[in-house]
């Protein structure tokens, strides 16, 4: 892996913020990120709902074997990144897979409905998310309160949080990674425990009954690496913060590289604890599965107090997922994608009120459309979808050669990355007819909104 700076014409500064809104910087986003707080960011960006969450519903895909799972998904992972690596540190700026893909293919309405699948693909991780929070977790502590409410109501507070700012929100998911990490930790020290005690089954960590033999095998693991994959789907909302993280040409590639080395090694280790201490069978029937192997630990780890780091730690995952969308939107906007008033910020915050409203408005729609393990299946779909996308898109973008120096990726990574997300995201991997349903109406509404975008756009030219 290496780095370029062919010289050639200036990069694009693309267009303005919006009409009668000053200088680009005056208007734009607050540089507000750092090094060390953009590593922290893509770690807590990737743990959270994933492993809390479905590693039950992964394990009653695949068995015991839970581990291999997050193994393959974690490779995966890595080809994609080096793509968004190469492509963040060329175009540096906000909108992410829309931006890289309409300077690759230059079709607006191809454009428009890879940017509407990665915004939905957020929203519906936040409705996982949701879902978690109000699930077995919560349950530690209280059966009262309706869990469709509890879910509208965290997704509420996380958008007012959005709105104060960029610094308070990453600072807030500083925090919350920190605490996520403890949970995990802990988990790995009752893992620990258990090995050194000579506790646990061994015998379960190749143990692949749950997923058939031969064909069935095959299509159990992929169908397990799909929904696994939802895990690490973290660093494409990161690169959304390109406009709000300072000189993210230099800044980009070790974040991403180590937030995903980081969070693959705890998801596996993570895997090797669950399955050693829980059967696969009870893992699967868990929206809380940790807490099960907090419970089956050989450590007197109160429950409670786990399920509360549980419970921060899935609403990291959600706060990321609204931040990502609302600033997806921002992007959007400034790209001619979506109309001009999705650019808007608030005079002295400086965050995308427009863009925040709008994905919370999509949140609080989307939280009653399914369980946890559907919704992050969903997530996953429309994300490999976009993976292939962009994967091919680094590739057709090696001929804009820009004048700045950039991380450039082996063209064999990109390549390998395209097939193994069409892969996953081909029927091979076994989904519930749900899933397909739920995209394919996300992408309607997608095709929908891009008509009446053109008609409004139309009617303007014409005034």
């Known amino acids: 892996m290496n780095t370029t700076d062919t010289p050639a014409q200036e990069p694009d500064p693309g267009p303005g913020p919006g009409p009668g809104s000053g200088s680009t910087e005056e208007a734009g986003l607050k540089r507000a990120i750092g090094p060390k707080l953009l590593i922290l960011f ?36 890595i080809l994609t990144a080096a793509s968004y690596v190469e492509l963040v540190g060329k175009y540096p700026k906000a909108a992410g897979a829309a931006l890289y893909t309409q300077k690759a293919f230059k079709l607006p309405f191809f454009t428009f409905i890879v940017a509407f699948m990665v915004m ?50 990453v600072k807030a998911n500083v925090v919350l990674t920190l605490v ?3 949970g995990l930790l802990v988990i790995l020290a009752i893992g620990a425990w258990a090995v050194f005690s000579g506790d646990g ?9 749950g997923s058939g033999t031969g064909y069935a095998l095959i299509t159990g693991v992929l169908g397990a690496t799909a929904l696994s994959f939802f895990a690490f789907v973290g660093f494409e909302d990161s690169v959304n913060m390109a406009e709000e993280t300072q000189d993210p040409v230099r800044t980009f590639p070790r974040a991403i590289f180590t937030g995903v080395a980081v969070t693959g090694v705890i998801y596996v280790l993570v895997a090797l604890v669950s399955s050693l201490l829980v059967d696969h069978r009870t893992l699967s029937k868990s929206s809380g599965p940790l807490l099960e192997v907090v419970k089956a630990g050989g450590l007197d780890f109160p429950p409670k107090l786990f399920a509360l780091i549980a ?20 992007g959007m906007a400034n790209e001619r994608i979506l109309p001009r008033a999705m650019g808007r910020v608030l005079p002295k915050r400086r965050t ?26 969903t997530t996953s779909f429309l994300l490999l979808c976009v993976f292939a996308v962009v994967n091919v898109a680094v590739l057709v973008l090696r001929r804009d050669r820009v004048a700045h120096h950039h991380f450039r990726t082996p063209t064999a990574l990109p390549v390998l990355g395209a097939v193994t997300a069409l892969i996953l995201a081909s029927p091979l991997a076994e989904r519930s007819a749900d ?13 929908a909104l891009w008509g009446v975008n053109r008609l409004v756009m139309r009617v303007r030219q014409e005034d």
Request: net charge negative; with cysteine; glycine share 12%.
């Open 435 to 447: 899933v397909y349903i739920r995209a394919a109406v996300l992408v309607a509404i997608g095709v």
């Open 180 to 182: 996520e990490l403890t």
């Open 352 to 377: 995308p009120v427009a863009g925040i409203i709008f994905v919370t408005l999509l949140a609080i729609g989307l939280v009653s459309t399914g369980e946890i393990e559907g919704l992050g299946d």
């Open 42 to 77: 893509v770690i807590g960006d990737i743990l959270g709902t994933g492993i809390y969450a479905t590693t039950g519903k992964v394990a009653g895909k695949v068995g015991g074997a839970l581990w291999l799972p997050f193994l393959i998904g974690f490779l995966v992972a």
């Open 201 to 209: 089954e061994t015998a379960r960590l190749g143990d692949l009954e």
């Open 120 to 169: 939905c693909s957020g929203l519906s991780s936040a409705s996982a998310a949701a879902r978690a929070f109000s699930g077995d977790y919560l349950g530690e502590f209280t059966h009262s309160v309706p869990p469709t409410l509890v879910a509208i109501l965290f997704v509420v507070a996380l958008a007012a949080l959005n709105l104060r700012g960029v610094s308070e929100s």
């Open 311 to 330: 419970l921060f730690a899935v609403t990291n995952s959600a706060l990321i997922n609204i931040m990502m969308a609302s600033r997806l939107c921002y």
